[in-house]
């Protein structure tokens, strides 16, 4: 596997957006076994590239660089993977972040997903009433356990949950630590588009409750419990 490059200082669409994470991974991952540096460079230049779902020459025997791009049927191509990819971005993390999110992770807990952001440009933010009617039915299938919620939102923008009994705004972290420890709660409370909660409910495959307004794709291995619509406060 050629190696990625995590790091592209010229992100300027985080700062734009006025994104708490600038996306910049520094000292996230681990490219040990991958080909990286001038070796990455020469096959890049020498070897003919082949689209996703094209690629014949690599079935033919022959070296080839696939090409991966976009999202269009999000994670299909790849969900018998699962347990394989789970596997895979564990081994490649830092190993200090994986440390800290077995520390934290030791304890039952629902997790809530509120994306701010640049979600607040795009008219896709999901309304506060939204999401504690859904920590309530959270809470009726697990009574008792704690809530953890991951935010790039301000304080002022999460002042509605301050009535919420046993609840805890986690502090600012690396996006992957909080994208690992999310995927290990008991169950998750998404935010619809985000595909950050896309992510921790593919990896953790956990029960799940989303806004109806938008459907999360195909993220559960056959046998697991099917993500949940929790209707909207307004719809009933």
Known sequence: MLAPRWTKFMRVG????????????????????????????????????????ASTVASEGRRSVIWFRGMEQFFNPFLSEQPLIAERLRAITNPAIVRRVDEAAGVSSIGVHIRRGDFKCGGHTIPDAWYLRAIGAARERLPGVPVRVFSDASPAELAFLKGVENL?????????????????????????????????????????????????????LPGTETPLLLADVNNG
């Open 168 to 220: 805890r705004v986690m502090p600012s972290a690396p996006a992957l630590h909080d994208l690992l420890l999310l995927s290990r709660s008991s169950l998750v409370v998404g935010t619809s588009w985000s595909t950050f909660s896309m992510w921790a409910v593919f990896l953790g495959q956990m029960p799940s409750l989303w806004h109806p307004r938008v459907p999360p794709p195909d993220l559960m």
């Open 14 to 53: 985080p700062w734009l957006r006025g994104e708490r994470d600038k996306r910049y991974y520094l000292n996230m991952f681990s490219n040990a076994g991958m080909i990286g540096g001038l070796g990455r460079e020469a096959l890049l230049r020498l070897l003919p590239g082949v689209e996703e779902g």
